[in-house]
């Protein structure tokens, strides 16, 4: 099976992604360096993606921020993979009114617009990288819980689940050695494409200025910050917006490419 | 007939559990009611044991809960801590600049999506597309908004800067909210499309000899079309989520100026009204949607 070279691109961007985000000094300078001296300058071989309002170079802090843009969009997903597959199986394997209840608990929770739930969060917790975490964890949780809860009821009807029953087997021994590893299989890649949109919320509420706060190089924010100065330098603004661009395309790419892979389709 | 008083039911036990876990969240939050209340003014002891007796605090939140799910079913969303007005009055005041952009996005979002999925068949024409709506689906909405600003505001001088007054300040934010929309709503489409040429019903419309337009325009379309119906809370949603963004991004007022400075301002009551609101539209709107369905498709109706 060939591999198209749109998908290797993207896999090389994620690469390079992941690396910003765990030795960020590899590839950059001091993104908190101010110079007066050099405030707002266009794109140059000196500064790659120019500099910002208080001289800073914007390619250093868009290296830096992948540190803390991926971190919170990794960490929410984790939450909401964690606590949907949990909620899933329970709902999946719980009795006919329990299952009802956890089912219709998911469904008030996506009644909610993304934003206003995180941002329902946030007014309660206070604004910060912490509360952009949870909140956007609990606003992606039922989109994992309901599939991990539909992949439940195929694996309970399951001729080695009745087996492992008929061996009698303890319940919590059913539940992690056979219904548990059988349910996961769609999980990691959704949890890709999840992740593409975890970053693209936090940005999001990042701008709103939900997020750390400066001088912290997040993406939205620095979105936020630039925004100001844009009839003078789109720069600051607009390329590390293109960058989360970059980085959810590139997350939803690889995550559809390995989707169709696994479900045995071409991939197109 | 009882599906439908089913889906009616479970709309509204859905509806329930929202308006109550929003209040549970209410309850969760840090730090008293009461100084969010006094903020900035007068502080006295006094002022203090008044404060709780005319908003009611100093009941069981048994009562308070009852009180709060009694009053929003009837329309009363309670007081804004801050301004000290109904907050029904302070979202009524600002829905209407949020509505406007909302359905004008909305309405270009489905015609962009329309005029896509039907002119792209061909196979290079379908790659470009592909890749466009993978692009604006991807991109912050903020982000297309920004670049929008800066080629047709800052370089061209077409459209005003920021506000709200006449059509051409809403033409900017009703195109940046329209292509997210239009780029889902086209791979919904085109899908929905796919699948429906598939089907015998357009082997025997081309047998009768039918343009291949009018296959595509009168048979197929109505089945893409049905999928897409599903989305319509997903619709809501992600406008009024945009909404929120774009309405900063622009300097327009509306419900997402409202809700940012009640969250900043930790003014629950507003917060609460809006977040409950909008799960009361997006329930509506899927029911509703849902309803259609068993009206529109006669397969759905026997299980």
Redesign the interface.
Known sequence: MAIRPGVLAAAAFLGLAAVAAAVPSLLSGDPLAADPLHVLQAPSAAHWFGTDQLGRDVFDRVVHGARHSLAIGLAATTIAVTAGVLLGVLAGLSHRYADEAIT??F???S???????A???????GPGTVSLIIAIGIATLPHYARVVRAQTFVVRRAGYVTQAVAYGGSRARLVVRHVLPNVLGPVPVLAMIGL?EAV?AA??LS????GPQPPSPEW?AM?SDG?GY??IA?WA??LP??I??LT??SL??TGRHLQHRFEGRDPR | MRAVLRRIG?GL???W??AT??YL??L???GSTVDTIVGDGADTPAIRSQIITEWGLDRPAVLQYLDYLWRAAHGDLGRSYLLQRPVSAIVGEQVWPTLKLALSAAVLGILLALVLALTTRRPWARRVSSTAE??V???????IG??L??IFS?RFGLFPVSGDHGVAALVLPAVTLALPIAGVLTQVLRDGLDRALDEPFTVTARARGLRESAVLVRHALRHALLPAVTLL?WL???L???A??IE??FGRPGLGQV??T???S?D?PV??A??VL??LV??VL?TVADLAYLLVDPRLRRS
Request: no cysteine; net charge positive; glycine share 10%.
């Open positions: 219709r608990g469904d008030a929770l009644a909610f617009p993304l934003l206003l739930l941002l329902l969060f946030i007014a309660i917790a593409g693209l940005a999001g701008f709103l200025g939900m939205g979105l925004r844009l009839r789109w603004s607009v917006g293109l989360v661009t959810v395309i939803t790419v | 479970t036990v859905v509806l559990v929202a876990a929003a969240a209410l969760a939050a840090p993978l692009v689906v991807s991109t912050p909405p903020f982000l920004i670049v600003l800066s800052f809370g809501f949603g992600v009024l989520g945009g929120v963004i900063q991004v809700t940012l009640a969250v900043n930790k629950m917060v609460l809006v977040v909008s799960a997006y329930v899927n």
